[in-house]
Structures are given as structure tokens and as C-alpha cells.
């Protein structure tokens, strides 16, 4: 038998498809946007994007924006009781309204 592959994208076949009308080109304001520290953010993983995604296990979480790290952003969330700071490029980030 052949042992099955667990990498990094395993069982995210649901989660990181996307509906027919949104493939394709993305758009450039998504990576240009700015978020002021402090400010609150869901993190919605683009799958077209591969720089600064985020683990799958993060997708539908919200943060709030801890500091900046060149480009990405350093969101905390809380994962159970521990705190947890990732690094997050802005195409994978949205306001919370």
C-alpha cells in the first residue's frame, strides 16, 4: 500500500475552491489594502495566492492586527487558550464589518 500524503493542503479540497464567477484574475486592491494596528480582520485564505497563506486550520478566524512585518501583517488569535501570532499577506485578510 502506498501511505497517504498529510502535507500542508491536505483535506482542503472544500475550503480553498472557489465559485466559478471568482477565479480567474484577482484583484490588485485586495493586495494593496492597509490595516491600522489594533484594527480587527477575519482571515479568509485566497487559494490563488500562495505567498503569506496562512495554515488551513486558520481559515474563518478572526484578529486583530498586531504589528507589520515588511509586506505581511502579524495578526494574533487566540487558537484554544494558547495566543498565537501569524504572519499574513493582505490578500488573505478582510475588515470585519
Known amino acids: 500500500m502506498v501511505k497517504r500524503s498529510k502535507g500542508i493542503r491536505s483535506k482542503s479540497r472544500q475550503i480553498l475552491k472557489k465559485k466559478p464567477r471568482d477565479r480567474g484574475i484577482k484583484s ?15 482571515i479568509v485564505i485566497d487559494p490563488a495566492v500562495h505567498k503569506g497563506m496562512p495554515h488551513i486550520r486558520f481559515h474563518g478566524h478572526t484578529g486583530k492586527i498586531e504589528g ?20 499574513i499577506k493582505p ?7
Request: aromatic share 4%.
Open 28 to 42: 490588485i486592491t485586495r493586495s494593496l489594502q492597509q490595516f491600522e494596528e489594533g484594527e480587527s480582520v477575519n
Open 68 to 87: 507589520k512585518q515588511g509586506d505581511s501583517y502579524c495578526v494574533g488569535i487566540n487558537d484554544g487558550k494558547k495566543h498565537k501570532v501569524l504572519v
Open 91 to 97: 490578500d488573505h485578510l478582510r475588515r470585519v464589518q
